[in-house]
Nanobody
Framework: QQRLVESGGGLAQTGGSLRLSCTAS????????VTWFRQAPGKQREEISC????????NYADSMKARFTISRDNDKETVYLQVNDLKPEDTGVYYC???????????????WGQGTQVTVSS
């Protein structure tokens, strides 16, 4: 009923860029902080970045600061993840998720999308 939908993944060359999108079905995403995760084959899910509901606060995993940028356009009810200088190790399924709160303090995620596949060729 209520779900998140990721899009924008695909096949990219090493050194290229992708812009992933996260939208909501059945509710307004603009009320909530949103976190991006990724999961490589055979590995644990890895947090990338979170953005607050208003977009005025963001945080990143230390390893993600250089090449990942999270943003949102609440008029479009969309959260984005820009990935630059893609590397083969970026290959995996990218997910967005939310909690019940507008800030990034909580990690009690209550909605997930189906993920979007990112494949980086080497």
């Amino acid at each position: 009923q209520q779900r998140l939908v990721e899009s924008g993944g695909g096949l990219a060359q090493t050194g290229g860029s992708l812009r992933l999108s996260c939208t909501a079905s059945g509710f307004l995403l603009s009320y909530y902080a949103v976190t991006w995760f990724r999961q490589a084959p055979g590995k644990q899910r890895e947090e990338i970045s979170c953005i607050s509901a208003s977009g005025d606060s963001t945080n990143y995993a230390d390893s993600m600061k250089a090449r990942f940028t999270i943003s949102r356009d609440n008029d479009k009810e969309t959260v984005y993840l820009q990935v630059n200088d893609l590397k083969p190790e970026d290959t995996g399924v990218y997910y967005c998720t939310k909690t019940r709160f507008p800030t990034c303090r909580s990690r009690e995620y209550d909605r997930w999308g189906q993920g979007t596949q990112v494949t980086v060729s080497s």
